[in-house]
């Protein structure tokens, strides 16, 4: 008896502790349903796996992103609790005077994720056939124009910013809190235009639910069949990706930063995640920039691009 109930204890063991491995957050500091929400969903599931842990999405939405950014910035610095941003977390230096955190100084890198393209769309009734046809649009109607975003600082913004840049005009901003409800007013036709990212926008594209005109990307996308990229279809040179990158507080210890990163890096070579990805229109970053010294430079050098071209448009979200 007393050695059944021995076998039985040590059967039961690794069951005990897989239970009591601690849970990982991962904060995304945006709505439910946006891309950046999309790809933390994906990410999370293979994490842990990788981890051998349960990891758990805290959407943190608000101020362009910096909250969900705050709120990783004060977390204990022990891998409990981790960050996964996008592009905002070069350009909030610029955009919010009063930051309450050092985008360089107060995170641990742990590597750079994927580069979303984006693609511009439009409420589905809208009568232009093609990308030309919208921009000429666009320029005739101006002020005329709702351009919906999800916020200063938003992969939307910036593409809506840098479009009203090349054209010269200026239309009508109309701000979400996240781009869920983006989406919905779109599909209502409430709002004209939008460029948001592939994650989120191609299941609503692919189910007719919207109008797509042009992606963002150097090349047509295969998930995306008849929308050419901007440059070829009208706007030479317009291309962006939207980068995302996952971070720890600073003071994480290097062990746990290195544990993380070859969580992540096994993620991103996962046969299901890269065609998750290829679905949604994005692949993983190369392996030389999925480490921390990679997406520590790479941050600083963003912070440095975004810094002259939002000072330019003199826009600030505080």
């Known amino acids: 008896m007393h050695r059944r109930t021995l076998i039985a204890g040590l059967l039961a063991a690794p069951m005990i502790a897989r239970a009591q491995a601690p849970a990982t957050t991962l904060v995304i500091p945006f709505a439910p349903g946006g891309p950046t929400d999309a790809l933390g969903r994906l990410l999370s599931d293979s994490l842990a796996r990788e981890l051998g842990a349960p990891v758990v999405v805290e959407n943190v939405a608000g101020a362009g992103g910096t909250l969900g950014a705050a709120r990783v910035a004060q977390a ?62 666009v320029r005739e109607k101006r002020e005329g124009v709702n351009l919906a975003h999800a916020g200063l600082g938003s992969a939307s913004h910036l593409c809506g910013a840098l479009l009203q840049a090349q054209l010269g005009v200026a239309m009508t901003p109309v701000v979400f809190r996240g781009t869920g409800p983006v989406f919905a007013e779109l599909m209502a036709g409430r709002i004209d235009i939008v460029c948001d990212q592939t994650t989120s926008a191609t299941p609503y594209i692919q189910g007719g639910q919207v109008k797509a005109y042009a992606v963002t990307s150097p090349e047509p996308l295969p998930m995306l069949p008849g929308v050419p990229n901007a440059s070829a279809a009208g706007l030479p040179g317009f291309e962006i990706a939207i980068w995302h990158g996952l971070y720890a507080p600073r003071g994480t210890p290097t062990e746990v930063v290195a544990r993380v990163n070859a969580a992540l890096r096994a993620s991103l070579a996962d046969p299901r995640v890269v065609q998750r990805l ?5 692949v993983p970053e190369p392996a030389s920039r999925v480490t921390p010294a990679a997406h520590r430079a790479f941050l600083a050098a963003e912070i440095a691009r975004w810094r002259p071209i939002l000072q330019a448009a003199g826009q600030y979200a505080d």
């Open 76 to 137: 204990r610095p022990d891998g409990s609790v981790l960050l996964l941003h996008n592009i905002g977390m070069a350009t909030a230096p610029t955009l919010y005077r009063r930051l309450p955190y050092d985008p360089v100084a107060d995170f641990e890198p742990i590597g750079l994720v994927t580069p979303v393209p984006m693609v511009w769309i439009a409420r589905p009734d809208l009568p232009m056939r093609d990308f030309a046809a919208m921009l000429a649009w």
């Open 278 to 282: 290829g679905e949604l229109g994005t």
